[in-house]
T-cell receptor, first 115, second 113 residues
């Protein structure tokens, strides 16, 4: 079945440090890939997405490139801020039957950024 | 703010009881999804509705059921509650079932004691 594996946290960085959160996937068919972010006490928010190989999703300084050859979608940011502290989820979406799309999530990575 | 609302925010109940969680999708969205988030299982898809009809089922227990009403709000019913049902329950919505972008509500935290 479809699955997403992301690096286990927690990840603790100092402000302005470089961030990488690794994500790899297994999917039948051709998935779309996503990063969601969950700030403390809130629901998940879509951070960025990529729908085909070599696409780069970007938002708020975060980037991730859809790498079909390595089945990866690593999240990066050049300079993190305290406000980036949150849980980050990698996810994939594939057609699950008819016209439905099913989201499969990784377990999440807690990022804490210290001033 | 995603536009998806969920009530209540917190719920504490005892084993064996039954609870109902409510979700209102974003204005214009016809499809509603329910997810369970727990420490050991992560974020799991439970069930999807589109315009009042069930469209897909995930890892939903038989003790759980859901429905979507004509005004498009949805309710998730959890019965014969067990300690292991303690989790965050999220609702998400999308314009249609073939649209992969989903917008999540803030969640309902259920504690079973």
């Amino acid at each position: 079945g479809d699955s997403v594996t992301q690096m286990e946290g927690p990840v603790t960085l100092s402000e302005e440090a470089f961030l990488t959160i690794n994500c790899t996937y297994t999917a039948t068919g051709y998935p779309s890939l996503f990063w969601y972010v969950q700030y403390p006490g809130e629901g998940l928010q879509l951070l960025l997405k990529a729908t085909k190989a070599d696409d780069k999703g970007s938002n708020k300084g975060f980037e991730a490139t859809y790498r079909k050859e390595t089945t990866s979608f690593h999240l990066e940011k050049g300079s993190v801020q305290v406000s980036d502290s949150a849980v980050y989820f990698c996810a994939l979406s594939v057609r699950s039957g008819g016209s439905n799309y099913k989201l499969t999530f990784g377990k999440g990575t807690l990022l804490t950024v210290n001033p | 703010d995603s536009g998806v609302t969920q009530t209540p925010k917190h719920l504490i109940t005892a084993t064996g009881q039954r609870v109902t969680l409510r979700c209102s999708p974003r204005s214009g969205d016809l499809s509603v999804y329910w997810y369970q988030q727990s420490l050991d299982q992560g974020l799991q898809f439970l069930i999807q509705y589109y315009n009042g009809e069930e469209r897909a089922k995930g890892n939903i227990l038989e003790r759980f059921s859901a429905q979507q009403f004509p005004d498009l709000h949805s309710e998730l019913n959890l019965s014969s509650l067990e300690l292991g049902d303690s989790a965050l329950y999220f609702c998400a919505s999308s314009v249609a079932p073939d649209i992969y972008e989903q917008y999540f509500g803030p969640g309902t935290r259920l504690t079973v004691t």
